[in-house]
């Protein structure tokens, strides 16, 4: 475990770059490596690079409907990596939620016939049934998040222009 990337950082583009950038060519990049770059340096950009690409995401999605984002509830396997979910929430700069059980596809298709059958009477009450066991906080102040967030956006540049 480390307390950063140490500089190495990792661009997912592994089958093209989706939302909101849509460069379908684009490529994955790695860099940043020094001889003292480690293993768990490359496990941390990795998760810094998911991170990062769900703020674009989320980014994009918040200014086009000028919605305000109060908390993000997470599911997925991912959603099992607390490093993972403290980085979105610092990227985010808004709390994450994870629900006791992740693995909620089967869940949401149960849930959806259970409100169409009149099982349950709204969304809220579903919440219930699969309450959150985890709330993560951002720990990262505004101004260390934005001059990461620049840095990332410079770095999606570099794997535009070289697709």
């Known amino acids: 475990s480390v307390v950063d990337s140490d500089g190495v950082f990792f661009v997912p583009a592994l089958s093209g770059l989706g939302s909101p950038y849509w460069t379908p060519t684009a490529k994955g990049l790695m860099g940043g490596f020094t001889r003292r770059s480690t293993r768990a340096h490359l496990a941390r950009a990795t998760l810094e690079g998911i991170a990062h690409s769900i703020s674009d995401s989320f980014g994009e999605l918040l200014k086009e409907s000028k919605l305000k984002l109060k908390i993000l509830r997470v599911d997925g396997g991912a959603a099992k990596n607390a490093l993972l979910l403290q980085l979105q929430a610092n990227q985010?700069?808004?709390?994450?939620?994870?629900?006791?059980?992740?693995?909620?596809?089967?869940?949401?298709?149960a849930s959806l016939a259970a409100l169409a059958l009149g099982w349950v009477k709204s969304e809220k009450d579903l919440v219930k049934f699969n309450p959150p066991d985890l709330h993560v906080k951002p720990k990262m102040k505004p101004a260390q998040n934005k001059k990461e967030?620049?840095?990332?956006?410079k770095r999606i540049e570099a794997v535009v222009l070289l697709s």
């Open 149 to 153: 967030r620049d840095l990332w956006k």
């Open 92 to 109: 985010l700069q808004t709390e994450i939620a994870r629900p006791q059980d992740t693995e909620s596809t089967v869940r949401g298709v």
